[in-house]
């Protein structure tokens, strides 16, 4: 009984490869490996994707193993950095995200989002970090990694709710002895460095009875801005303004820009979009006109704010990570373990100073003296014009008071900086053990609390910077460079702080053991029964001012807070039919089923089930397939999440489109007729929107097919060859109508064009127009839509490893060294998302795009690769990455043309390593990634400003995420080295 337990229960939550890995350097075959293992000890194993121990390691769903050399190999200290290499990852949230950013690194599987991706630790969740329920890989361990699991395909009857994409699981080994070491890394420019130390110590006592092992770590990155590369110092733009690439970058400026916009009475004034400004020798405050053309919005270099440099390219970073598990026998076969974790991880983003805009009231009387006679004479006479007209018409008036549309960069007060400190910690108990010679149990008890303290600077406070204008305070200087006096920018600044509290519990307990056999030299049948319980809470905390909404500068916002929970059984069961008594090597049946009884009352009761099938006709060949039926619920942001403001990037069509139907359409949602593809109405590339939560959602339901082939063919020893179809799609998927505001705007006004159609719902009444028919403000429409949208992702990943010995070394007696390579790759066949289920004729192909419609670029194939040779103490490993090329998704597969670069041509990336082991106790390491120096290119411009080099297509101008790139997906350190150290004793 206690041989059983002891390689079964004390095993359970571990990983192992299936009949494929990824593990590049010294890699065995997997398969083999395991089953020697278990045919010696009579062992079992507990494979990610099952809760069923067993002693062969294959399964029928497609499981992708890295394991620790990779980490060690690839000379990072980060989890995000090797995880977002995997073929079957898209970018998420990483350490060059700044705006967007929140200084997390977030897991993103296919592409499906962070939130539909389950992350687990020894096979168990783990903590996450705000009200979307997402774990941040900074919590996790790298250095005590000893390998990660993927799963493809929702796995919800297994672990419940948020696998849809997948599962990936992250285990943690048990040290014995004592490990220390430190890492250095470094750019071949000299910045950007990043250095960390660790240590561990692990023991058993009691006669072996229990084992313990406690780590700690300290890791320190600095920041580097985007102004110390070339390829990002300027924001580049223009392209959906018509117009080529040049230095582009924001229109409100530090020399400040008034644009009156129109009134009732708009005839009678200056024409809509009339702006003044000051730009050295021109603009209010000069008494000359900014724009030579009245009317003109148009972009153009030297007219400008270039907000670039000073925006982070790689965010700084200080973490401290302590913890420790460990397991006694208390009794024979029966133990009791525990996990405790403790992160405090600091991670600061840096903006441009705040870009104030808005409607804001311009008293005459106490501004005109900053302004020379001829522009207070243009003002005065607007003012004149409004008053005779309101008079006339017998509406209210306030002379002396004009008001505008303002934008103005407050560089005096420098840059905004937040500072996001998060503390996080989880602790787990548990015991585990033999029921009897066939029957185990498992239980345990989990809580994780994450509390993040977010404190802000360089905000403007919008109340104060009215009454600055307004005459109802001492008055303020915003018509020029500088003109900010420090006493002036102290009246208006604010000081903003929130906060955000995420806590998670769960519950849990397992039966699982086996039945028999069926003979015909079949294992026994396995099976496991259990009931779960979980817990989800989570609060937003803004203060006074951020929720008031009078912050300028990041993004206000209400209070959220909500918690639900979710009572679940579950059972598991494993058939094997034939063994190889009956003339085939193999024949397996599996299913699992959950019931999931949610406290949401739009979700209530659900139930998810999987099926799948192992068939190996002979040893060499294995064929596989899975059908499982996933479910998300909503995350408590998408449920109780306050409305908040923000500014996404998006562009009005009726700015400068034509064509009856659109103009039809423009004017019936409150633009004026002579405005419509005027290019007056939209001032900024930014339009303000509101979002927030809707209680009212329910759950994601998703059902996800693989099938594949693995090969291991015994006239090749050390080969294993993998190929599996994938295919998951997601209905009443949640999300923002459209899948954004540029989207949505797109759907209604550029395809649909009738305001009174359901896919012009948020249009009608949820957006907020000026008088002369500028966007104010538009309701995101999440608040409108809930479960509206599909998504689809269909391909085929597959692996190769392979590892045999060469006859020729240079340090060994032996005179043969080791060989191994190993090929991760994915062919990505769809990647579409329906933004309006109810019709399915508006699809987003996004599948080898990228853009303003697809985000993050999804190349149609992606690989990473390995070559190792180990030649005694000395290991030297070279990796390649690959991307295909992309193309721009508004190339008109989605939507209409667009102007700028239309494709990113293929990418591959060289790293280098070399590992040698001074003994048996030290093992030292260097290497250098990206060899090439690989980097978007640097743009060259002409005397007007325009781009003349982007040969290499990777300058994207305003049709990008941040950096004129997506610095998530594509290297913008160039050569960086680094040296570590491991010591064991």
């Keep these: 009984m206690s041989n059983r337990f002891n390689k079964a229960a004390l095993m359970a939550g571990t990983i192992m490869a299936g009949a494929m890995i990824a593990t590049p350097a010294m890699a065995q075959d997997a398969g083999a490996t395991a089953d020697a293992a278990a045919d010696a000890d009579d062992g079992f194993i507990v494979v990610t994707g099952s809760r069923i121990a067993k002693r062969n390691v294959d399964t029928a769903a497609p499981v992708a193993v890295v394991g620790a050399e990779e980490f060690e190999l690839s000379g990072t200290v980060n989890v995000e950095n090797v995880i977002n ?10 350490s060059f995200s700044n705006n967007p950013g929140n200084g997390t690194a977030t897991l993103n599987l296919r592409g499906l989002g962070s939130q539909r991706t389950l992350v687990l630790v020894n096979g168990r969740r783990w903590m996450s970090y705000d009200t979307a329920q997402i774990v941040d890989l900074n919590t996790i361990p790298s250095f005590l990694l000893d390998s990660v699991d993927v799963v493809t395909g929702g796995a919800s009857a297994v672990y419940g709710s948020d696998a849809l994409a997948g599962v990936v699981n992250f285990r943690l080994k048990n040290v014995d002895g004592i490990e220390m070491g430190g890492q250095y890394s470094i750019t071949e420019r000299g910045d950007a460095a990043r250095y960390n130390v660790h240590g561990a110590i692990g023991t058993s006592f009691d006669d072996g009875r229990g084992s313990a092992t406690v780590y700690a770590e300290y890791y320190n990155r600095d920041s580097l801005f985007q102004g110390d590369r070339g390829f990002s110092n300027f924001a580049l733009g223009g392209e959906t303004d018509g117009d080529q690439q040049y230095q582009f970058g924001s229109s409100t400026l530090p020399n400040g820009v008034l644009r009156y916009l129109g009134g009732a009475n708009s005839n009678t004034n200056l024409p809509a979009g009339t702006e003044f400004g000051n730009a050295g020798t021109r603009g209010f405050g000069t008494g000359v006109v900014f724009d030579s053309t009245p009317g003109d919005f148009r972009r153009r270099a030297g007219d400008l704010y270039n907000y670039a440099p000073v925006n982070y390219l790689q965010l700084p970073q200080e973490r401290y990570l302590m913890g420790g598990y460990a397991d006694y026998e208390f009794s024979d076969g029966h133990e009791f373990y525990t996990e405790i974790s403790f992160v405090n991880n600091r991670v600061a983003q840096e903006l441009a100073a705040t870009p104030v805009t808005g409607n804001f009231n311009i008293d005459l009387a106490s501004q005109g003296g900053f302004l020379v006679a001829s522009d207070l004479a243009q003002l005065t006479s607007i003012d004149a014009a409004e008053t005779a007209q309101n008079l006339a018409d017998g509406t209210t008036d306030d002379p002396g008071v004009v008001n505008f549309f303002v934008q103005r960069r407050t560089i005096e007060a420098s840059r905004r900086n937040s500072l996001d400190e998060r503390s996080a910690f989880r602790v787990l108990g548990g015991v585990r053990g033999a029921i009897s010679d066939n029957l185990n149990y498992d239980a345990y008890y989990m809580f994780s609390r994450t509390r993040n303290s977010n404190i802000q600077a360089g905000n403007i406070s919008r109340s104060a910077f009215q009454a600055g204008l307004d005459g109802s305070a001492n008055p303020i200087n915003i018509f020029g460079l500088n003109t900010l006096t420090p006493a002036m920018f102290s009246q208006i600044a604010i000081a903003a702080q929130n906060s955000d509290i995420s806590s998670m519990q769960v519950a849990s307990g397992a039966i699982s053991g086996f039945l028999g056999n069926l003979g015909m030299g ?62 085939i090597e193999r024949l397996e049946l599996t299913g699992a089923a959950r019931y999931s009884d949610y406290s949401l009352a739009a979700v209530g009761g659900v139930w998810t089930y999987a099926g799948g099938i192992e068939f190996a006709p002979v040893r060499d060949v294995m064929f596989r397939a899975q059908y499982q039926r996933a479910v998300r619920a909503p995350n408590v942001g ?25 103009v039809a359409t423009c004017v019936a949602s409150g633009v004026p007729v002579g405005e419509v593809g005027a290019g007056n109405i939209q001032p900024n590339g930014q339009i303000p929107a509101t979002f927030g939560g809707f209680d009212g959602l329910g759950e994601e339901t998703s059902d996800s097919f693989t099938v594949g082939v693995v090969l291991q063919p015994q006239f090749i020893p050390g080969l294993t060859i993998t190929a599996d179809y994938f295919n998951i799609s997601i209905d009443d998927s949640i999300s923002v109508f459209g899948g954004g505001l540029n989207n949505a705007l797109d759907l209604c006004f550029n395809q649909v064009q009738d305001i009174n159609d359901p896919i012009c719902s948020p249009f009608q009444g949820g957006i907020a127009r000026a008088p002369g028919g500028a966007i104010t403000t538009a309701v995101n429409p999440l608040i409108l839509g809930a479960n509206i949208a599909n998504q689809e992702v269909s391909g085929v990943d597959v692996e190769v490893n392979y590892g045999t ?76 990455r690959h991307l295909s090329g992309v193309r721009d998704d508004n190339d008109g597969t989605n939507f209409a043309d667009f102007n700028g670069v239309e494709r990113l041509n293929a990418y591959d990336l060289l790293d280098l390593t070399f590992s040698f082991e001074v003994n048996e106790n030290v093992t030292f390491a260097v ?27 990777t300058l994207l101008g305003d049709n990008q995420e941040q950096a004129n790139t997506y610095p998530s997906t594509y290297n913008v350190l160039g050569r960086d080295f680094f040296a570590s150290v491991n010591v064991k004793f």
């Design 927 to 953: 290497g250098v990634d990206n060899v090439f120096d690989t980097l978007p290119q640097t743009p060259t411009f002409d005397a007007a400003g325009n781009v003349t080099s982007t040969n290499n297509g």
């Design 522 to 583: 079949a294992d026994d049948i396995g099976f496991a029964v259990g009931a779960e319980y979980r817990k989800v809470a989570s609060q937003f905390i803004p203060d006074t001012a951020l929720s008031s909404g009078d912050v300028i500068g990041f993004n206000a916002g209400l209070p959220t807070e909500g918690s639900y929970d979710v009572k679940e059984v579950f059972a598991e069961l494993n058939i094997p039919i034939l063994g190889s008594d009956s003339g």
């Design 805 to 880: 010995t060469l006859p020729f070394s240079l340090l060994t007696d032996t005179g043969e060294q080791e060989f191994n390579v190993s090929f991760l790759g994915t062919w990505t066949d769809k990647s579409n998302f329906t933004p309006v289920q109810s019709d399915a004729t508006k699809v987003n192909v996004c599948a080898g795009q990228f853009g303003t419609t697809c985000g993050e670029p999804i190349p149609k194939y992606k690989w990473t690769s390995r070559f190792t040779f180990v030649d005694g103490p000395l290991t030297t490993s070279l990796r390649w």
């Design 638 to 662: 998408e449920l109780f999440g306050g409305r908040a403001i923000g500014f996404p990037p998006a562009t009005d069509p009726c700015n400068l489109g034509t064509g009856a139907a659109l």
């Design 85 to 94: 290499t995997l073929p079957q990852v898209v970018p998420g949230t990483t």
